[in-house]
């Protein structure tokens, strides 16, 4: 057992100040009080040192609680008990101060404001400290700056900072991508640990090491395999998406859960207390592995898994004969195990036997969130479930949906490095510096008072391009410009390319994937279209109304969530709302709220401006995101790890 390291120092506080009542002297009783009922106790206050372990966190116990009484002597504070774990391995203490001036709680009331009494800053902005703290494990197959395809890569890139800066210890967990090109260098900085993991899967042993970079509070660890390195982005090339998918995606899983057991961050490993946060089926193996691999044999018994659902269509559904190959016991196939209906058969003798990774993420993991409140109850319903609503329902009670939060120092208007000018909702006077500089840019003629809607996104189904497609023709029939920018399907590709020669003074498509040219295209357009199918949260609806360009989106998911439809006569018609939502999935409604939209940028000039300073004034900071994770990781340690 390695020797006790306080970490942290968290002092409660309130304003009345009152004398330790004799009572609180008698140290056994008040230890079994416990810290969370404090503000029902008058005249108690405590300072409560979160433990840690060399080598693992759930260790302590006595060398842990005469450290404290050692402590004790020397100022003469008093030791109010020590705080345990499920299996009586000692977490932290509660202590009555020594200067014998006590801070009173009263009511839960002073516990929230005890919560935002500490505070650090990220890039000038101050984020307050969580009252609890815990070692959070993110897995994920993209981390934005390293890796990006999509918002999955936003995400893991900017709430692990957030959770760091309010105390948490935070390690993510992706591939090492080497593809050839310039962006290998973003990995420059990580720096090989020497630490070589076995992994027994797919029939053989394979070796992962581990690259580590310490940034912005983060532990960053990427994996590193052969199978990383290659041209293409991180699931497929030119050709299509790579064949071995799942196997990349086994290593990453089984790599994820040795490194809080192996790698000695800082000097201290993560430990088995540890909370995986598992995005998406990439990462879906980890909480089979926690149950079946390491929890039978005593390992990982105290740590916790929240599966986090950015995108239900993709499932990581494979033929269930590759089941052998993942590394699991085999008594475990029938968490993972789906069988698709007679007609999605592919042939007669076609027993449709296959093995979806996020369906046993579903079963196994302690809980579940969705990115927008929307999206967790669409993804309990036939439509919006993609064949796992009735599973999806049946944890209806460990299910929550909590909208993304913005990386607001990458994206904001007044300092953004990718514009043109800047701007804010003070000073709105930059835009339209930024709308010219766009439409020079892209050769389109300059006129600041013609609409120019824009669409940044994966070309995919489930963004409504073929909506886009059909209703172009009738589009350009008024007098907009529309920027599309945009990678995927090479079909949309070319449309992009046949639409641009078609319409040369009002489309332009940018095939490519391009973060500075999407910032420019938020900044400098006036009206943002998202026709998606479905939408998990959608990140692109919020960058646009902190720019001031006011979104036109399909009534869904995190859209209908996060974009409040305009009403011109709310308000004793001074309007209200940011944007506008259409519904059903139409043509015709798409284009009828673009026409609205359009009309209010050219006749109603006030109300504009309202539309564009009520978006840009919401709050989508991730730290009001990651209070609300911190709720469910407390939740998920309230209840017992999912076992078979
Ligand atoms: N060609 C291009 N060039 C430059 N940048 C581009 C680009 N194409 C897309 N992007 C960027 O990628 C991100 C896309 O984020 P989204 O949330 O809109 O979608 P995505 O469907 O990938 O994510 C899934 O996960 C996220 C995160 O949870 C959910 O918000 C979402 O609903 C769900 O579908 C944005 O930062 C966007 O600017």
């Given at each position: 057992m390695g020797s006790l390291k306080f970490t942290s120092l968290i002092p409660c506080k309130s304003s009345s100040l009152i004398p330790i009542p004799n009572k609180y002297a008698n140290h056994e009783a008040i230890g079994q009080l416990g810290f969370a009922p404090l503000w029902k106790r008058r005249g108690a206050a405590c300072l409560r040192l979160r433990a840690s372990v060399a080598g693992g966190s759930g260790g302590g116990g006595q060398d842990g609680a005469s450290a404290v009484e050692d402590q004790q002597k020397d100022k003469k504070g008093v030791f109010l008990g020590a705080e345990r774990d499920g299996s009586g391995s000692v977490i932290g203490f509660n202590l009555i101060p020594p200067n014998g001036e006590l801070n009173v709680i009263d009511s839960p009331e002073d516990v929230s404001s005890l919560r935002r009494e500490e505070s650090v800053e990220i890039d000038g902005k101050e984020i307050s400290k969580a009252s609890v703290t815990y070692n959070v494990v993110f897995v994920s197959a993209e981390a934005a700056p390293y890796s990006k395809t999509g918002g999955l890569g936003d995400v893991c890139g900017s709430l692990p900072i957030v959770l760091a800066a309010r105390g948490h210890r935070v390690m993510v967990v992706s591939p090492r991508y080497q593809n050839g090109t310039a962006a290998d260098r973003k990995y420059s900085g990580a720096v090989d640990l020497e630490t070589r993991v076995k992994v027994y899967c797919f029939g053989g042993e394979q070796e992962v090491s581990f690259y580590h970079e310490y940034r912005a509070g983060v532990d960053w660890v990427f994996v590193d395999h052969p199978s990383y390195h290659r041209p293409g982005n991180p699931y497929g090339d030119s050709l299509g998406a790579f064949g071995d998918n799942q196997f990349r995606f086994t290593l990453l899983c089984h790599a994820a859960c040795e490194a809080p057991l192996v790698l000695p961050l800082g000097g201290f490993t993560y430990g088995e207390k540890s909370l995986f946060m598992v995005n998406d089926w990439h990462a879906g193996l980890v909480p089979l592995l926690l149950a079946a691999k390491y929890r039978p044999y005593g390992v990982y018994k105290d740590a916790r898994s929240i599966l986090v659902i950015h995108n239900l269509a993709h499932q990581g559904v494979?033929?269930?004969?590759?089941?052998?190959?993942?590394?699991?016991?085999?008594?475990?196939?029938?968490?993972?195990?789906?069988?698709?209906?007679?007609?999605?058969?592919?042939?007669?003798?076609?027993?449709?036997?296959?093995?979806?990774?996020?369906?046993?993420?579903?079963?196994?993991?302690?809980?579940?969130?969705?990115?927008?409140?929307?999206?967790?109850?669409?993804?309990?319903?036939?439509?919006?479930?993609?064949?796992?609503?009735?599973?999806?329902?049946?944890?209806?009670?460990?299910?929550?949906?909590?909208?993304?939060?913005?990386?607001?120092?990458?994206?904001?208007?007044?300092?953004?490095?990718?514009?043109?000018?800047?701007?804010?909702?003070?000073?709105?006077?930059?835009?339209?510096?930024?709308?010219?500089?766009?439409?020079?840019?892209?050769?389109?003629?300059?006129?600041?008072?013609?609409?120019?809607?824009?669409?940044?996104?994966?070309?995919?189904?489930?963004?409504?391009?073929?909506?886009?497609?059909?209703?172009?023709?009738?589009?350009m029939e008024d007098d907009v410009q529309f920027v599309m920018l945009g990678s995927g399907d090479p079909v949309c590709e070319d449309w992009m390319r046949a639409t641009e020669a078609t319409y040369k003074d009002k489309f332009r498509g940018w095939v490519g994937f391009n973060v500075p040219v999407s910032h420019r295209i938020t900044a400098g357009c006036d009206i943002l279209l998202m026709p998606s199918r479905f939408e998990p949260c959608g990140l692109n609806q919020l960058y646009a109304m902190r720019y001031g360009t006011v979104p036109v989106v399909h009534s869904t998911g995190g859209l209908r969530d996060t974009v409040v439809n305009f009403n011109p006569y709310a308000q004793g018609g001074k309007g209200d709302g940011t944007g506008w939502t259409f519904s059903p999935l139409t043509k015709e409604s798409m284009l009828a709220a673009l026409k609205l939209a359009c009309r209010t940028f050219r006749e109603y000039k006030p109300s504009w401006q309202g539309l564009m300073k009520r978006g840009m004034e919401r709050d989508f900071t991730w730290e009001s995101a990651a209070i609300k994770y911190e709720q469910v990781f407390g939740w998920a340690f309230i209840d017992p790890p999912y076992v078979k």
């Open positions: 494979e033929p269930g004969v590759t089941y052998k190959n993942l590394g699991l016991p085999a008594e475990w196939y029938g968490a993972l195990e789906w069988v698709f209906p007679t007609w999605a058969r592919a042939h007669a003798l076609d027993k449709g036997e296959a093995v979806n990774i996020l369906k046993g993420a579903i079963v196994t993991s302690d809980r579940i969130l969705t990115v927008s409140e929307g999206y967790s109850w669409e993804i309990t319903t036939v439509e919006g479930g993609y064949g796992l609503n009735e599973l999806l329902s049946s944890r209806k009670s460990v299910l929550t949906g909590i909208t993304n939060g913005v990386d607001v120092v990458e994206w904001n208007p007044s300092t953004d490095v990718h514009t043109a000018s800047h701007y804010s909702a003070d000073d709105l006077s930059g835009k339209v510096q930024c709308k010219l500089a766009l439409q020079k840019e892209l050769g389109l003629p300059l006129r600041p008072d013609c609409p120019l809607i824009g669409f940044v996104g994966r070309l995919d189904y489930q963004k409504g391009i073929d909506l886009i497609q059909l209703g172009m023709p009738q589009l």
